[in-house]
C-alpha cells in the first residue's frame, strides 16, 4: 500500500513518446523529482514524496523505458535533448510556471542543462549522486570500481563462468550484451553495489523490482544515447543563476565523491557529504535527505507571519506523547491502563496521542487527548489489512513493505516534536520511531521509553534460506542499533516476564533472544485490563451487569482490531449450528471489531453479530468460552482471567505463530487449533469440549500497568 496516492496523474507526449506523470500537494513551491536511469522508475522517490507533499507541490514522472511511460526503441529518444524536453513538457502539462528541481544519479545531466539554459523556470537544483563527466573516465573507473557512464566493452556470455569474486571483476556485467542474456542477475548485481550500506536488503530488493519492468534490450537502446562531454557541463555550471545543493555518499561504489566535489567547484554550490553513505541516499537515509530538500525549497517560499510558542522550563504541567501502535487494539488497552497509573503517579501530567484509526476510536471513547497531527499519519492498519489473505498474513514482510508508511509517518513525529516540546515519548512498538532515531539521533529531543512483547524476527520456514537471513539481518540491525546508541532508549520494557521471552537465537553467529533481552530490558510483567478477575463472586457481577444469564453458555468470538479476522468470523459462524445444538443454552456473540463490516458475516439464527465493543476485556472476563485469534493482549486477557479459549494463529504470522504461543504454552493457556485443519465440524466439537471447561493456568500478576508506569515515572 503506498503512504500517499497522487492528488493528480497524466500523460504528456514528446515526439510521440508518452511520459507519465504525478502531482502530489498544493503548497509552493513546486518540487520537481526527476526520473532517474532507466533501470528503474518514479517509485525510487516513495520516501520523499508523502513529506515533501505536505510541504510543497511536488510532480514526479517515469522516464522512457520503464515505469508506466513508453519503451521506444531509438536512442534519440533516451538522449539530453529527449530527457530535458520531457521534464519541460511535463512541467507545462502540469501549469508549472518554476520549480525546485531534485536529481539523482544520471539526472543530474538533464538537471544541469534545465537550469542553464531554462532559468525562469527553476528556483534552484538538488543535486544526489551527480553521474556527469566532471572527472576523467580513468580515475572514475578506477575510484568506483566499474562505471564509467558507459557500457564496458560487450563480454561474451561464455566468459560470464570467468568472473572472479573480486567485485571489481564484475563491473563487466555492466554492458549491453550481459543486460540482454542476464538482466536480473545484473539488476542483482548493480543494486548491490548502489547500496553499498549494510542492511540495505529490502532497498535492493525494490530495486531489482523495479529494474525487472524493463529489459535489457531497453538498456541496450538507453546505453546508446548522448550524453553531455566536460566542456559542456562546465559551460552549463557557468551560467546558473539559482542556489545548488549536492548530496553524496562517502562510500559510493558507482559515482566517485569526486564528481560531486567538482560540481560544488564549478557552481559554488553547497555539498553535503554524508559519511558511510552509498549512491541511493534517499532510499537509505530518507530522513536526513528529506529535511536537507526540505530546507533547500524552503528558501523560495514567500515570508508569512508567523507566531511561535517558546516554554520555560517550569511552565505548564509534564508532558507525554504516548504513540500506540494501531495494528490491532490490544495496544491500545494495555497502554491505556498504563497511562491511568501513569496519572496517578504523576498528577497533572497531560498525555496526548499520536495515533490512528482504529486506536483513535478507543481513544476518543475513554476521553483521552489524540493530538490533532494523528490526522497525518498514514494508515499503518489499512495497510496491513492490504497484505492479508485467508487467515494470513506474514507479519514480518508486511512490516517491511511498510517502510514508506514508516518514513512517512517518522516525519509527521519529528515535525510534531520540532514544534512542541515534550517531557517523554513513549512507544509502544512504534517501529518507525525506534528505527529512524536510531538512524539519526541527533534528532532525539526529549526523554524515550520503548515498549514492546517481543523481541525479535522469526523467519517462517516455508520462508526458506532467503527469509532466515533477511529476518537475520534485521534482528542484526536492531542489535547494532543499541549497541552504537545504548542511551537513546532511556528505558527499554518488555510487557512480560524473562521466561516469556523466546529461547531463539536471533540469527546464525547473533546472540540468544532471551539472554540478550535479558540485558537490554526492563521486565513489566503482563499488563492486563481491570476487569480481570479469577474470583468468582466478581464475576457473576461481572456477568449479571452485562446482561448474561445463569442458564446461558456464552460464547465471545473476537478477532482483534484489525480487518484480517473475517475469514475466522466467518467460519465461526458456520459452526455455531452444530454447536449450539450441542450446547444447550449457547449464547455466541461475535465481535466484528472497528474494521470489519458486520454486514458481511452470514449470522445463521441466533447468532449475535456486533461492531467495535470499547469494553471486550469486560466480555472476555465473563464468558464462558472465547475463539480468538492468535493475539497477545486477547489472549493474555484470557488466561489472566483464568478463561477457556480456542486460539487460531493466523497463518505466516511470526508472532502469533512462535512468541504467543510459547508465552501460552508457558502458562499452559489455550487450546491451539491451525486454520489449515480448521472446519466447521471440528470447531464445533472443539466449542463443546471447551465451553465452560476447569482451568489451571500459570497465574498472570495484576500489577503490570503500575510496574510499567513507574519505570516510565522514573524519566520525568
Not at 513518446?17 to 526520473?35: A, R, S
Not at 514526479?60 to 529518444?77: E, K, L, M, Q, V
Not at 554492458?175 to 543494486?191: I, K, P, S
Amino acid at each position: 500500500m503506498r503512504a500517499r496516492q497522487a492528488d493528480a496523474e497524466g500523460f504528456v507526449e514528446h515526439d510521440g513518446v508518452k511520459i507519465h506523470y504525478e502531482v502530489h500537494g498544493d503548497g509552493g513551491p513546486t518540487i520537481l523529482l526527476l526520473p532517474t536511469w532507466t533501470l528503474v522508475h518514479k517509485r525510487i522517490w516513495k520516501l520523499q514524496l508523502p513529506y515533501l507533499a505536505r510541504h510543497f507541490r511536488v510532480v514526479t514522472y517515469d522516464g522512457p523505458g520503464n515505469g508506466r511511460s513508453d519503451r521506444p526503441r531509438t536512442p534519440p529518444a533516451y538522449g539530453q535533448a529527449a530527457q530535458v524536453a520531457y521534464a519541460l513538457a511535463v512541467l507545462d502539462a502540469t501549469g508549472t510556471d518554476r520549480a525546485v528541481l531534485v536529481a539523482l544519479s544520471r539526472a543530474v545531466n538533464w538537471a544541469l542543462e534545465l537550469a542553464a539554459e531554462q532559468p525562469s523556470r527553476v528556483h534552484g537544483t538538488v543535486a544526489i549522486g551527480a553521474s556527469i563527466a566532471l572527472t576523467p573516465p580513468s580515475q572514475a573507473r578506477a575510484a568506483s570500481g566499474g562505471l564509467d557512464d558507459r557500457p564496458a566493452p560487450d563480454l561474451p556470455p561464455s566468459a560470464v563462468p570467468r568472473l572472479g569474486t573480486d567485485p571489481a571483476d564484475h563491473w563487466r556485467k555492466y554492458n549491453r550484451r550481459y543486460w540482454h542474456a542476464h538482466h536480473e542477475d545484473f539488476a542483482w548485481f548493480f543494486m548491490g553495489q548502489c547500496f553499498s550500506e549494510p542492511h540495505s536488503t529490502k532497498q535492493v530488493e525494490d530495486g531489482v523490482r523495479w529494474a525487472l519492468e524493463t529489459t535489457g534490450a531497453v538498456l541496450d537502446v538507453e546505453s546508446q544515447a548522448d550524453r553531455p562531454d566536460r566542456e559542456t557541463l562546465e559551460s552549463w555550471c557557468a551560467r546558473l543563476t539559482g542556489p545548488v545543493l549536492i548530496l553524496h555518499g562517502s562510500a559510493d561504489r558507482v559515482v566517485p565523491q569526486a564528481r560531486s566535489e567538482a560540481l560544488a567547484e564549478l557552481t559554488g554550490g553547497e555539498l553535503v557529504v554524508i559519511d558511510g553513505g552509498g549512491h541511493i541516499p534517499i532510499a537509505r537515509d530518507p530522513v536526513q535527505v528529506n529535511l536537507l530538500v526540505r530546507g533547500f525549497a524552503e528558501r523560495f517560499r514567500p515570508p508569512s507571519p508567523a507566531r511561535r510558542v517558546w516554554r520555560r522550563w517550569q511552565s505548564g504541567p509534564p508532558r507525554v506523547l504516548y504513540l500506540s501502535s494501531p495494528i490491532g487494539l490490544g495496544h491500545a488497552r494495555r497502554d491505556l491502563a498504563i497511562a491511568a497509573r501513569l496519572r496517578e503517579l504523576r498528577p497533572g501530567v497531560q498525555i496526548d496521542w499520536l495515533t490512528q484509526d482504529p486506536v483513535t476510536r478507543m481513544l476518543a471513547g475513554a476521553g483521552e487527548r489524540v493530538h490533532p497531527a494523528s490526522r497525518l499519519l498514514a494508515n499503518e492498519s489499512a495497510h496491513v489489512e492490504s497484505e492479508s489473505g485467508e487467515h494470513d498474513l506474514h507479519c514480518f514482510e508486511a512490516l517491511r513493505r511498510m517502510d514508506e508508511i514508516l518514513v512517512a509517518n517518522f516525519m509527521v513525529f519529528h515535525d510534531l516534536l520540532t514544534h512542541e516540546r515534550y517531557d517523554l515519548v513513549v512507544g509502544d512498538e512504534a517501529w518507525d520511531v525506534d528505527h529512524f532515531l536510531h538512524e539519526n539521533p541527533e534528532l532525539k529531543r526529549s526523554a524515550y521509553a520503548w515498549l514492546t512483547d517481543f523481541v525479535g524476527f522469526l523467519p517462517m520456514p516455508d520462508g526458506g534460506e532467503r527469509e532466515a537471513l533477511v529476518a537475520a539481518d534485521y534482528n542484526a540491525e536492531m542489535i547494532g542499533h543499541i549497541a552504537r546508541y545504548p542511551r537513546l532508549r532511556d528505558r527499554s520494557i518488555f510487557v512480560g516476564d524473562p521466561d516469556d521471552v523466546v529461547d531463539e537465537r536471533f540469527g546464525p553467529g547473533l546472540p540468544r533472544i532471551r539472554d540478550w533481552t535479558a540485558e537490554h530490558y526492563d521486565f513489566a510483567g503482563y499488563v492486563t485490563g481491570d476487569a480481570t478477575t479469577t474470583d468468582a463472586g466478581a464475576r457473576e457481577a461481572l456477568r449479571a451487569a452485562l446482561g448474561y444469564r445463569d442458564d446461558e453458555r456464552v460464547c465471545v468470538v473476537t478477532v482483534g482490531g484489525s480487518g484480517v479476522g473475517g475469514h475466522l468470523l466467518r467460519l465461526v459462524a458456520a459452526a455455531f449450528p452444530e454447536a449450539a445444538r450441542r450446547v444447550p443454552g449457547l449464547r455466541m456473540i461475535l465481535v466484528a471489531g472497528p474494521r470489519i463490516d458486520p454486514s458481511t458475516v452470514r449470522a445463521p439464527a441466533g447468532l449475535e453479530v456486533l461492531p467495535f465493543v470499547p469494553s471486550l476485556d469486560r466480555h472476555l472476563a465473563a464468558c464462558d468460552l472465547a475463539v480468538v485469534q492468535g493475539g497477545l493482549t486477547t489472549c493474555m486477557e484470557l488466561t489472566a482471567a483464568g478463561r477457556p479459549f480456542i486460539y487460531v494463529p493466523l497463518r505466516n504470522h511470526f508472532e502469533q505463530q512462535f512468541h504467543v504461543t510459547h508465552r501460552l504454552r508457558r502458562h499452559g493457556a489455550g487450546r491451539r487449533m491451525d486454520y489449515d485443519t480448521l472446519t466447521p465440524d471440528a470447531l464445533a466439537t472443539a466449542i463443546v469440549e471447551e465451553i465452560g471447561r476447569p482451568v489451571a493456568y500459570r497465574p498472570v500478576p495484576a500489577d503490570g500497568a503500575a510496574r510499567a508506569a513507574g519505570m516510565l515515572a522514573e524519566l520525568f
